[in-house]
Structure formats: structure tokens, C-alpha cells
């Protein structure tokens, strides 16, 4: 069993920059593939970043590539989404999630998440 507790959200303006944080529970965190969904209001929950648990690769939606980086710090049990230039449209609910998912193909699908974060709130205004 894993409980994920992820933080960091706040206000912050077009531009700026959040650091968020999902500190996770349980010895088995290194060999789990960690990732952060978000979710606007009237939307479905998309795929923003993950971090593989073989190699560490990591994996990004179109629309952050470059301005969002995906980390592990496994001594800390700790993944973290550091969010550079925000934009209005990034204004959402974020949750990070992990599971043992061994296809990379699955890292941006929801489903393949047994575990889940009870979501940050991100906003940003213009």
C-alpha cells in the first residue's frame, strides 16, 4: 500500500514559477513510475508529466514540454513538477499518482495509476 501526499499549489501570475511536491509512503516508492495529472473544471483529468521507475525517464504532454521538469528524489520518497512560465491554461487541480506500470505506452494514461494524490490546486491568473 502507497498513500501519496502531494503540495505545493498557490496563486501565482502568468510568467511565474510553483514547485510541486508528492511525498509518498511505503518502502516500495523505487520501483513505482510517479506521475502528475491535472484536472480544470469541466474537463477530463490529462496527463502532464511522468518519471519512469527503470532509468528514470520521464515523459511530458505537448503542452508543458519545456517549461515543466519532472524529478525524484528517492531518498526523500519525493516527486516533484517544477512549473516554469505558467499560463492561465495551466490553472487546474494537479494530483500525482503511481503504480508499478512496466509499459511506457501506459505512463500517460490515468487507469494505469492505482495510487493517487488528493490534488493541489494550481492558479494562475493573467
Known amino acids: 500500500q502507497v498513500q501519496l501526499q502531494d503540495s505545493g499549489g498557490g496563486l501565482v501570475q502568468a510568467g511565474g514559477s510553483l514547485r510541486l511536491s508528492c511525498a509518498a509512503s511505503g518502502r516500495t516508492f523505487s520501483s513505482y513510475t510517479m506521475g502528475w495529472f491535472r484536472q480544470a473544471p469541466g474537463k477530463e483529468r490529462e496527463f502532464v508529466a511522468a518519471?519512469?521507475?527503470?532509468?528514470?525517464?520521464?515523459y511530458y504532454a505537448d503542452s508543458v514540454k519545456g517549461r515543466f521538469t519532472i524529478s525524484r528524489d528517492s531518498a526523500k520518497n519525493t516527486v516533484y513538477l517544477q512549473m516554469n512560465s505558467l499560463k492561465p491554461e495551466d490553472t487546474a487541480v494537479y494530483y500525482c499518482?503511481?503504480?508499478?506500470?512496466?509499459?511506457?505506452?501506459?505512463?500517460?494514461?490515468?487507469?494505469?495509476?492505482?495510487?493517487w494524490g488528493q490534488g493541489t490546486q494550481v492558479t494562475v491568473s493573467s
Open positions: 499518482a503511481g503504480d508499478q506500470i512496466t509499459t511506457s505506452r501506459q505512463y500517460s494514461t490515468a487507469m494505469a495509476y492505482k495510487y
Open positions: 518519471h519512469s521507475w527503470r532509468g528514470g525517464y520521464t
